[in-house]
């Protein structure tokens, strides 16, 4: 089970921090991901890091502005979200994987456990 925590009320330009942790069983070995869902648009990728957290990948819109970590030994993964805009404003998803989403791995990739959302609102 994923549970993803940390959402909340934010002014245009503030920060937050997401936290997403695991329980039932470890996924150290899994690649970790963020996806989120606006009011009335489909849910997109944000952010991926693989299993080592070596290596992380954002979306365009995340890019320089996201950070993915990951803390193996908590089976936790996180987003750190810096000069957040309005239209961040979404239910944001943690996701777990034995490889990285299709969005950064191709037809290989995907999403093998969901977890509930926690809102993330941005006012300007």
């Known amino acids: 089970q994923l549970q993803a925590s940390g959402g909340g009320w934010v002014q245009a330009g503030g920060s937050l921090r997401l936290s997403c942790a695991a329980s039932?069983?470890?996924?150290?070995?899994?690649?970790w991901d963020w996806f989120r869902q606006a009011p009335g648009k489909e849910r997109e990728f944000v952010a991926a890091?693989?299993?080592?957290?070596?290596?992380?990948y954002y979306a365009k819109s995340a890019k320089g502005r996201f950070t993915i970590s990951r803390d193996n030994a908590k089976n936790t993964v996180y987003l750190q979200m810096n000069s957040l805009k309005p239209e961040d404003t979404a239910v944001y998803y943690c996701?777990?994987?034995?490889?990285?989403?299709?969005?950064?791995?191709?037809?290989?990739?995907?999403?093998?456990?969901w977890g509930k959302g926690t809102q993330v609102t941005v006012s300007s």
């Open positions: 996701a777990a994987g034995r490889n990285l989403p299709s969005e950064v791995a191709g037809i290989e990739g995907g999403v093998d456990y």
């Open positions: 039932g069983r470890a996924f150290s070995g899994y690649a």
């Open positions: 890091i693989n299993w080592s957290g070596g290596s992380t």
